[in-house]
């Protein structure tokens, strides 16, 4: 049974950090490539940050420098560190794979970054 769990959204002023994580079962983890993804109100989801199976990572532009993915293959969970965040950071972080798989989508979690 395929289990994703997002965690660690919350409330946060501008230039602070968050750590989320994904548990995760049931997907083979360790052998596949890994995003977090983001959707904020009226807008179309979006991939955010994406890390392989040797840990070779990429960033969407508008994160580099301030957003870290890695992984924990023993644990099967992923995790994304954000740092220097903005307002228009604000979204609902969601995890899946890499092309994202319809069923995979889970409810995410919640990150409001106030000015």
């Known amino acids: 049974q395929v289990h994703l769990v997002e965690s660690g959204g919350g409330l946060v002023q501008a230039g602070g950090s968050l750590r989320l994580s994904c548990a995760t079962s049931?997907?083979?983890?360790?052998?596949?490539?890994m995003g977090w993804y983001r959707q904020a109100p009226g807008t179309e989801r979006e991939l955010v940050a994406s890390?392989?199976?040797?840990?070779?990572?990429n960033y969407k532009d508008e994160v580099k420098g301030r957003f870290t993915i890695s992984r924990d293959d023993v644990t099967s969970t992923l995790y994304l560190q954000m740092s220097s965040l903005k307002p228009e950071d604000t979204a609902v972080y969601y995890c899946?794979?890499?092309?994202?798989?319809?069923?995979?989508w889970r409810q995410g979690t919640q990150v409001t970054v106030s000015s």
């Open positions: 049931g997907i083979f983890f360790k052998h596949q490539t």
């Open positions: 890390i392989n199976q040797i840990s070779t990572t």
């Open positions: 899946n794979v890499l092309p994202a798989r319809d069923d995979f």
